[in-house]
């Protein structure tokens, strides 16, 4: 019974080390500065949206779908401090998360279904940009696909995490 506690504490320790890791990269100031990403709640939001579905596509891949599942949690937990200290309050608290969440697993599924560089430039621009032609939708694909096959050389089991080089 202690050993299935103690694999389960750890497990969300390691999920908790993948979110902070997350969005350490979604809030590195590059992609605000030279890539134009809107510095907003939006821009944010979607800029966390790519990393974890890099993240979240690597632990299907290597089968752990159990801190697969820890770390949605930790990020719809994460969304919802996020709404807590922008001042919505349990009276709207359900609707709003609904809305999050159908707006990252809708980008999430975009993300997925992006197969080859034109789709992956199309999904970043429909969503990192909001449908705006920044100029640097071939770039964040690029990176997006370089990070993926970085990330599918790791064992992201113990909670560590290395995207690659920033573009």
Do not use: C
Not at 33 to 49: C, Q, Y
Not at 76 to 105: C, H, P, Q, S
Request: no cysteine; charged share 25%; glycine share 8%.
């Amino acid at each position: 019974m202690l050993n299935i506690l103690s694999k389960s504490r750890a497990r969300r320790q390691a999920a908790a080390d993948l979110y902070a890791g997350i969005v350490g990269r979604a809030r590195e100031p590059v992609f605000y500065t030279d890539f134009a990403v809107p510095d907003t709640i939006d821009g944010r939001f979607d800029l966390l949206a790519l990393h974890a579905w890099l993240v979240l596509e690597r632990l299907s891949a290597a089968n752990l779908n159990d801190l697969s599942q820890d770390l949605t949690n930790t990020i719809f937990v994460g969304f919802d401090e996020g709404l807590r200290d922008l001042g919505t309050g349990d009276m709207g608290m359900g609707r709003r998360i609904k809305t999050l969440a159908n707006a990252f697993y809708g980008r999430l599924s975009a993300y997925r279904a992006a197969t080859d560089a034109a789709a992956m430039e199309s999904a970043v621009a429909r969503n990192l940009y909001r449908g705006a032609q920044a100029g640097h939708e071939a770039r964040i694909a690029r990176y997006a696909k370089n990070a993926r096959a970085h990330l599918e050389a790791q064992d992201l089991s113990q909670g560590r995490i290395d995207f690659g080089s920033l573009p």
